[in-house]
């Protein structure tokens, strides 16, 4: 079964507090629904059209689960904690067997 990834790539982060409040509730949320992160911030080359800004990569053992965790109610409230904080492209992929 092909894993499912979160891949997220932050084009602005206006209001740090709220990203702070965000990743205080989504780690746990990730964690419960079964997410890896496999990147988080660090250093980013970007190319063509990219921004190098942060990014996030988080791998599930489904792409059902990467779905159902970012449907999850732990998730959400991470969400709404982030509400207008930053602006990203947020995308769930399935993987390659």
Known sequence: MPKGYWVSAYRTISD???LAAYN???GPAV???GGRVLARGSRV????AGIAERTVLVEFDSFEQAVAAHESAAYQEALVALSDGVERDFRI???ID
């Open 16 to 18: 740090p507090e709220k």
């Open 24 to 26: 205080k509730l989504a």
């Open 31 to 33: 964690k419960a629904g």
């Open 45 to 48: 080359v970007a190319h063509d």
């Open 93 to 95: 992929v399935e993987g």
